[in-house]
């Protein structure tokens, strides 16, 4: 396995490009199922994750081909020799599980296996099955397997989700897009990601609307064809290198950057004291003068603060003045961070879903660990603004979410490297 190393080296200077999100890539690949035609996909972001989702596809019997260095995904699910989506590769990535509506609504059944991913909460798939459920599918948990399956093919219905999961919600999403009749989704999320999917199977014959709001109606259509469709900039990693200056000092351009995906966020980043500017080109980000202010961050839903960005967040607030209070609602087990940032001398205290966080002046380098994808990332930051040499092993979890961390970060001035674990 491999870690990496970073040195505190002083502010930060220069361009950062943002890839195309990997939620929404990880959601629109499913969708190829939904048809015969080819679906293309630009943008796409060069991530293990994706190469996870490329081979479930692919052992389903669709044919994936990744062109242009990775950044294009060409898919075609004419001749699908399988609905079974099996648990060796499920368990590797959550998102898996979002080859369930589309192979149900095809295929009239399917059997996929319950999913895996990081260790960050239940995430339980019963939101998945109650709206499938109610669409007249009949689904049992067998042997660790979802067996679904129609009787004549599922049938438009309202239904309520009990959270506004993003992941039930682009299952139900694509599913009702070939159900007979008209679905209506209550309690939809509504994230970019959701919107960027209903865009792409808009582009391949659905009719779709309220994607972006709490309700959403999706009229079947008997066949959806292809499309090509850009893959939405990835509003996580957006966030997360718009702290790299943030927590360093400098001034960095992220390219694509919009602040319709971020609003929530920047909110937090100037009441801490940090410049979001608008550009040709992204967003430009510096801090404003003097030392970062503490700021109290609660994790909601999508348009409040990504729950995903609460690590990269905290990092920042570690030394800030005063203290900030963070409050995690969306998953019950994700201050895991907390602990490996108090070896680097902040001061966290973790009650139950709460952390509060008093700013130190100055954090140390030490040995530390990633726990799972955003910690990972959460720890290189904060390494980067600390004295002396930082070590992040089992960085693993970063190739799921990051594509070329270290290249993007050291061509901003960043003193970062990759090295192998003897």
Do not use: W
């Not at 339980?124 to 009949?138: K, N, Q, S």
């Not at 989700?161 to 159900?179: D, H, R």
């Not at 865009?199 to 609307?209: F, H, N, S, T, Y």
């Not at 510096?286 to 503490?294: C, D, E, L, Q, V």
Request: glycine share 10%.
């Amino acid at each position: 396995m491999d870690s990496i190393v970073v040195t505190g080296n002083g502010p930060l200077k220069g361009q950062i490009p943002i890839a195309g999100a990997k939620n929404a890539c990880l959601a629109l690949m499913p969708a190829t199922l939904l048809s015969e035609e080819p679906l293309t996909l630009t943008n796409a972001p060069r991530l293990s994750d994706i190469k996870t989702m490329t081979e479930l596809l692919q052992s389903l019997g669709a044919e994936v081909s990744s062109l242009q260095d990775g950044q294009v995904i060409a898919m075609s699910s004419h001749n699908l020799s399988t609905t079974r989506a099996d648990y060796d590769i499920v368990r590797k990535m959550r998102a898996s599980n979002l080859v369930l509506g589309p192979l149900l609504a095809r295929e009239g059944h399917a059997e996929v296996s319950l999913p895996g991913g990081c260790a960050i909460g239940a995430r339980p798939m019963d939101l998945h099955v109650h709206a499938l459920e109610a669409m007249g599918a009949e689904i049992e948990l067998k042997d660790g397997y979802l067996h679904a399956k129609t009787n004549g093919g599922l049938k438009g219905a309202v239904h309520t989700l009990g959270f506004a999961s993003v992941g039930a919600t682009e299952n139900v999403l694509m599913a009702a897009t070939l159900a007979k009749g008209t679905t209506v989704l209550k309690n939809a999320a509504r994230e970019p990601e959701i919107v960027d999917l209903a865009d792409c199977l808009r582009k391949m014959g659905a009719q779709i609307e309220g994607d972006g709001t709490s309700e959403i109606t999706i009229q079947g259509v008997d066949r959806l064809n292809g499309a090509t469709h850009p893959v939405v900039t990835d509003r996580i990693e957006l966030g997360t290198y718009m702290l790299a200056p943030a927590i360093c000092g400098g001034e960095v351009e992220c390219l694509g950057g919009r602040l319709d995906l971020v609003g929530a966020f920047c909110e937090k980043l100037d009441a801490a004291g940090i410049s979001v500017e608008e550009t040709a080109k992204g967003l430009k980000v510096s801090r404003k003068n003097g030392r970062i202010r503490a700021v109290d961050v609660v994790t909601e839903p999508f348009p409040g603060f990504p729950t995903d960005l609460q690590a990269q967040m905290m990092a920042l607030l570690c030394t800030a003045e005063g203290t900030s209070v963070l409050e995690e609602k969306i998953f019950e087990n994700r201050f895991m961070h907390a602990p490996e940032l108090t070896r680097m001398g902040a001061q966290i205290e973790v009650h139950g879903g709460t952390a509060t966080v008093t700013g130190v002046e100055q954090l140390k380098g030490a040995p530390v660990m990633a726990t799972d994808l955003r910690a990972s990332v959460s720890l290189i930051l904060a390494g980067m603004a600390a004295e002396g040499e930082t070590t992040v092993s089992r960085v693993y979890h970063l190739d799921r979410g990051y594509e070329q961390v270290v290249r993007k970060l050291s061509g901003v001035g960043a003193k970062i490297e990759r090295v192998s674990d003897r």
